[in-house]
């Protein structure tokens, strides 16, 4: 069974959440990435830190979740996942 995980950034007065699940060792899938999500600004602290990876056209290619690189198996604009 899959477990969702998050993971957040923040950036100036906004904390950016996303959701997703592990797909397999080194790949996930993004659920939700977005900076609505109230556990990325009440847990802050506790979740693990996150950095998206896009390409110049603002794809979504990887993220690095406390320093380990995941691909990601639903690329698609960073400002899409809902």
Same mark, same amino acid.
């Given at each position: 069974?899959?477990?969702?995980?998050?993971?957040?950034?923040?950036?100036?007065?906004?904390?950016?959440?996303?959701?997703?699940?592990?797909? &397999?060792?080194?790949?996930?899938?993004? =659920?939700?990435?977005?900076?609505? *999500?109230?556990?990325? +600004?009440?847990?802050?602290?506790?979740?693990?830190?996150?950095?998206? &990876?896009?390409?110049?056209?603002?794809? =979504?290619e990887?993220i690095?979740? *406390?320093?380990?690189? +995941?691909?990601?198996?639903?690329?698609?604009?960073?400002?899409?996942?809902?």
């Open positions: 069974m899959n477990t969702f995980n998050k993971a957040c950034k923040r950036l100036l007065d906004s904390v950016w959440t996303m959701t997703y699940i592990m797909t &397999n060792d080194d790949t996930v899938h993004v =659920l939700a990435f977005n900076r609505e *999500d109230a556990d990325g +600004y009440e847990f802050e602290k506790q979740i693990p830190k996150l950095r998206a &990876n896009e390409s110049e056209e603002r794809i =979504l990887s690095e979740v *406390d320093g380990m690189l +995941y691909d990601v198996d639903n690329k698609k604009h960073i400002f899409s996942y809902s």
